[in-house]
């Protein structure tokens, strides 16, 4: 009786691998490495069957399928025949045994993106167990862009062996986004809490259909804690929405604040101090922005080796370039129009069409563009979802420095006694020995060279064209007439609060109306408070 119930079970055992032998599916599933089906199917048209390869090469993890799923990630996989080869150099080999393969009649393989994305996540997917740190990370970034439930298992081997804090907070949002639809709830609370913890807005797309109802009116999750949880990480990533937002927009005003005070500083100076309505200060900004393109191109055919220490070239030759332009126009032109604003008002505008045309003849009328430094290139995130950009960080810094070097030489200098001396009573400062004349001119001089920096500056941040300074002509002196005029610290905060105001309003109003609402405010505030947040006292107050 033993011995039949032994063969009996043999029996069973038998019929049981003959029928998961003649399942194709199942075969070809428990058959390690790549299959002949896999190259097949790749190299056909049906995108299933091409899907299904992709996730058979990624399940595998063999080195063979790892060898092609980099071919098909870097184009080297071609189509021999019915079936995928690989090239290499000038040669084809067979991705499964490595054998070469005539190829006389190669094509190429064409992919979707979102094939294209699938192969780039499995070729990613084999790294996250790599000893390379960077490979790590990278393999990480790639399969963040594009998650996918197939490579669940792997990622949590991952997240068992990480040591880094920061690549394994990283695997966890990974691990988070794979398990959402995971068959234990438990993992999939784990999952939606640890996406609130990292409180990224952009993940809020994955948590919405959790607690979304369907046509028949119930819940896609089926389980109330889930989606109890679900809701919770809503709330909160609602809330980081909103405060990312909120520092990014205050971050937007305080940088183009700071483009804007490096293009008031000098008009302060000019306008406030020694009391010249320049309408030609914008191209000051223009020249500093095109000298700046000089001195890239000069670089970048006499010493490309050493193309990112071009910018510390560059702000000096701005100033200069622009301190001698408005020196040159102040000892020819300006000096015969002190006391005279309309016609110094009239003059500098056709000087500004001067400028802008001489440009255009030299430059020629298109833009021209100027490169990021290496080390401005990129950014910091601050918050998941705000990144502050290197440039935009170098140019606030770069203008609160301009600012403290303008009060040094206003305040701790020869040049500057006199300047405030003129200012503040010019027969008296004429009486004691100051030559008034030559204090305008330099004067003059210095505030053209400070908008030379600021079109440096600009040059970082946009498009380098003849028409660059009249953008900002009209902000500038708002920001000053707001401030007070000839104030510096009047105009650092005229300057930060246009920059923040336009921004906090554009959200709800737009560009073009928030800077309206903006003019009426200042126009408001001028009729209260004609001498500006901080009075002047001197010459120009007294006119």
Known sequence: MITIRRWTAAALVLISLGAALSTPSTARAAQPGITDADLTALAGDDFDARAQAIDHLAADGSPQAAALLNALADDSA??????????????????????????DDAGSLTLNNVLRAKVATAAAAGALLSTDHDARAHAIDTMLQNPSPAF???????????????????????WAQSALHDTDPAKRREAIELIATAGDPQMRDLLLPIVAKQADGTYAEPDANVRSAADIALTQLASAQRRSEFFGTIFAGLSLGSVLLLAALGLAITYGLIGVINMAHGEFLMIGAYATYVVQTLFQRFLPGAFD????AAVPAAFFVAALLGLVLERTVIKHLYGRPLETLLTTFGISLLLIQGVRTLFGAQNVEVVNPSWMSGGIAVLPNLMLPYNRIVILIFALVVVALTWSVLNLTRLGLFI??????RSMAACVGVKTGRVDSYAFAFGAGIAGLGGCALSQIGNVGPDLGQSYIIDSFMAVVLGGVGQLAGTIVGAFGLGIANKLLEPMWGA???????????????????????????RSAEA
């Open 420 to 425: 405030r001396a003129v200012t503040q009573n």
């Open 152 to 174: 669940k298992t792997l990622i949590e081997q991952a997240r068992q062996k990480e040591t880094d804090p920061a690549l394994r907070k990283r695997l966890d949002q990974l």
């Open 309 to 312: 220490f071009y910018l510390v």
């Open 78 to 103: 071609v189509i021999v025949g019915n079936r995928l080869a690989i090239q290499n150099g000038d040669k084809y080999v067979d991705p499964i045994t490595g054998a070469p393969v005539k190829a």
């Open 512 to 538: 073009v109306l928030a800077k309206i609402a903006v003019l009426i405010l200042i126009v408001l505030f001028i009729q209260k408070r004609p001498q500006g947040m901080f009075a002047l006292k001197g």
